[in-house]
């Protein structure tokens, strides 16, 4: 084989390597720009539901506090499904790696605070809690424990509305 024979087939060669990584570099990064866009609107989605649970969570607190202030808490068959707000799109976001790009670590914070609350064992115990009021057994008064419960269910809803206004820029 004669030198210009070698330089051809090695040019060739080393020029379809490249061209072979520089199309795989780009077909992997829009695959991972169309992940996160599909996975950040869907996220969004997640987030506008989770706001509408906590407001019924919240309107619930009303109809738990009327019947405290009407006597009638014995007659109270209301209940707070915290486990009806839920998170799989900001795990799936964080398995991937992209909840850090999609809000910074205080809105990660709020967030990991907010899916703690949203647990079985806190929809237990606030279970429990109403429980123990309706058989006057409570640690503190029925109307101090449903005002702590709608100002952690108003903060977690005000946290995920501000992390929903973040992603929308």
């Known amino acids: 084989m004669d030198q210009g024979t070698f330089w051809g087939i090695f040019v060739g060669t080393f020029v379809g390597i490249v061209a072979g990584a520089f199309v795989q570099y780009l077909a992997q990064r829009l695959f991972v720009r169309w992940q996160y866009k599909n ?18 969570l919240i309107h619930e ?20 499904k915290l486990t ?6 900001a795990n799936k976001l964080l398995s991937e790696g992209l909840l850090y790009d999609t ?10 605070k907010a899916a703690t609350f949203c647990s079985s064992s806190s929809e237990s115990w ?16 029925p ?9 952690e269910l108003v903060q977690h809803r005000d946290n995920l ?9």
């Not at 009303?62 to 808490?73: D, T, V």
């Not at 809105?107 to 990991?112: A, G, I, M, R, V």
């Not at 606030?126 to 008064?141: D, M, Q, R």
């Not at 109307?143 to 100002?151: A, Q, R």
């Open 39 to 56: 996975l950040s609107s869907g996220f969004k989605r997640e987030l506008e539901y989770d706001i509408a649970i906590f407001e019924s």
């Open 61 to 80: 607190t009303s109809k738990l506090r009327a019947a405290i202030g009407a006597g009638s808490l014995s007659t109270y068959f209301g209940n707070f």
């Open 84 to 89: 009806d707000i839920f998170f799989v799109m």
């Open 103 to 112: 809000i910074d670590n205080e809105k990660l914070l709020k967030l990991q």
């Open 126 to 141: 606030v279970a429990s809690e109403i429980l123990l009021h309706k058989e006057g057994k409570g640690i503190n008064t």
């Open 143 to 151: 109307l101090s424990f449903v005002d702590f419960l709608e100002n």
């Open 161 to 169: 509305k501000s992390i929903a206004k973040d992603i929308s820029k």
